[in-house]
Structure formats: structure tokens, C-alpha cells
């Protein structure tokens, strides 16, 4: 999934438990993976001329950012420091990989890259390497049908969202 797949979906998944954490920090964290690792590539591909095995440990687009190790990091920082901006990007970026990795049942990853890297380094000591040789090959799966079903999707749910909490609490009823 791409933007709005992500802040879609994970938002939806992260809203029963970011009540009264920042929101908008909430949808930066169902992002964070893909913030970290594709500029990490495709800067380091674009930095050496080489690209993906070629480049050793981040030998493509989910890699560190992607692990459930991060995860873990940020969830136990978030939590000794009770910080709810951590708790937000850690909520946020607690969705991120396992939305990829349903993605990838579902498209065309052969090499389940999202299930590689959340579980780094338990299934052997390297990421998957990236099929994409550069940033625009990556953003031509924008024309596949699921691709763009999960944007649709997201950017649906994204809207519903919002709407919600532009019209603010709903009255409880009694029974």
C-alpha cells in the first residue's frame, strides 16, 4: 500500500486505542516505516550507484524501518517516558508492516518482503532485496488494481474518519 492505504487502514486499526492521543501523529506513525527506509535505499543506491544486493544489509525499501524490533523500541520508550507523542507514533507505526505484509498476500511480493523484515532477524541475518530499480519503477505499482484498491480504500476510511471527528463526540444514549 502506498499514503493513503496506510494512514487509511492503520488509522482505522490504531482508532479504538488513540482516543486521547495526537492524531495527527498517530497517521505520521502509520507512515514512519516508509519514511525511514525508502529515502535510506534509494539514497544509498543513489549515493554508491549500486542497488539491491549490491548494497548489503538495506538491499531494499523494508528494511530497519519495517522490523518489529522498531516496534518494540519505540513502544518501551514511549512507554517508561508516557509520552503520548511516542504512544501516537508508536500506535501509528505498530499497523504499518503488518498492512504490507497483508498487501503482499494478496499482490505480487513473491518474496513476502513486509514478513522478512518484521521478523529481522529471525528468518536469517538480510532484508529482502528491492525488485525496483528506482524510485519511479516503484511508484508505477500505483497502476495495478490492487494497489489502487487499497488507496481507494484507505483514503475512504481516511474521509469517514475525519468526518467523525470534525462532528466531535456522539451523545451517549441511555439503553
Known sequence: ???LG???VGGTMAAPLARRLPWRLVLVGTL??????KPLYYGLSLATGREGAALGLIC??????????VVLLLASVAGLTRSPSLQALALGLSTHTPIDIL???VGRDPG?????AWLFPLLG???AVSPFHNPWEHLGVL???????GEALGATLLVLHLRRRAAGPRPVTPA
Open 1 to 3: 500500500m502506498f499514503v
Open 6 to 8: 496506510h494512514m487509511g
Open 32 to 37: 514512519l516505516p516508509d519514511l525511514v527506509d
Open 60 to 69: 531494499g525499501t523494508r528494511t530497519v524501518g519495517h522490523t518489529a524490533l
Open 103 to 105: 498487501a503482499d498476500l
Open 112 to 116: 513476502r518482503s513486509a514478513l522478512v
Open 125 to 127: 541475518p538480510h532484508f
Open 143 to 149: 497502476k495495478h488494481l490492487d494497489t489502487l484498491l
